[in-house]
């Protein structure tokens, strides 16, 4: 099983920037797409971006295009998901995920494995 552990949230205001980081146990970018999600208080767990595992195809969300970036660094088995010009509507907790059969499954959030989740809180 496959452990993915994320880092990077934390508390920034609105303008500003953050990158996460989700580190797995093993190598698994060579073969699964990987991808971020996240669920603000009430809300429902929803998809961010994904990427491809040869990083050569990537999804975003409409709300985050043109602002976030999502980035693969395969000799350290990591996935990245650079955030700028940050808005309060970002707030939530953002996990990282894999899946063996794509980035379109993955995309709706069938996951193979999860992250723990790191809080992002974006102040105005």
């Known amino acids: 099983q496959v452990q993915l552990v994320e880092s990077g949230g934390g508390l920034v205001q609105a303008g500003g920037s953050l990158k996460l980081s989700c580190a797995a146990s093993?190598?698994?970018?060579?073969?699964?797409?990987m991808g971020w999600f996240r669920q603000a208080p009430g809300k429902a767990r929803e998809f961010v971006a994904v990427?491809?595992?040869?990083?050569?195809?990537?999804y975003y969300a409409n709300s985050v295009k043109g602002r976030f970036t999502i980035s693969t660094d395969n000799g350290k088995n990591t996935v990245y998901l650079q955030m700028n010009s940050l808005k309060p509507e970002d707030t939530a907790v953002y996990y990282c995920?894999?899946?063996?059969?794509?980035?379109?499954?993955?995309?709706?959030?069938?996951?193979?494995?999860w992250g723990q989740g790191t809080q992002v809180t974006v102040s105005s």
């Open positions: 995920a894999g899946g063996r059969f794509g980035i379109l499954i993955l995309k709706t959030g069938r996951a193979d494995y």
């Open positions: 093993r190598r698994t970018f060579s073969t699964d797409a």
């Open positions: 990427i491809s595992n040869s990083g050569d195809s990537t």
